[in-house]
Nanobody, 121 residues
Framework: QVQVVESGGGLVQAGGSLRLSCVASGSIFSINAMGWYRQAPGKQRELVARVINGGSTNYADSVKGRFTISRDNAKNTLYLQMNSMKPEDTAVYYC???????????????WGQGTQVTVSS
């Protein structure tokens, strides 16, 4: 079993900050990448930020310069520091981990249940 659990969502005013956390736990052999995605009402889920082994990161253009992704490999934990938030950042934020459960298994994506982030104007 693998669990991916997000925390840290909530309500914030425009211009404010929030920090999301995500922990992957259970039967994990290796994690290749972890990322944050979001889905606003009536829209498709989109990539917010992602970090892969070695520390390479990529961000959606809409959050560059405002959001920072970081990862604690020893704790299988992912963070998203969100600053200068805007009402258009309002969405359910999901964490995803690309991992394998043994040396012989395939890489698979595991998703959390999501955490609501609401930015008021």
């Amino acid at each position: 079993q693998v669990q991916v659990v997000e925390s840290g969502g909530g309500l914030v005013q425009a211009g404010g900050s929030l920090r999301l956390s995500c922990v992957a736990s259970g039967s994990i052999f290796s994690i290749n990448a972890m990322g944050w995605y979001r889905q606003a009402p009536g829209k498709q889920r989109e990539l917010v930020a992602r970090v892969i082994n070695g520390g390479s990161t990529n961000y959606a253009d809409s959050v560059k310069g405002r959001f920072t992704i970081s990862r604690d490999n020893a704790k299988n934990t992912l963070y998203l520091q969100m600053n200068s938030m805007k009402p258009e950042d309002t969405a359910v934020y999901y964490c995803a981990a690309t991992l394998r459960r043994s040396w012989s298994s395939m890489w698979s994506d595991y998703w959390g249940q999501g955490t609501q982030v609401t930015v008021s104007s």
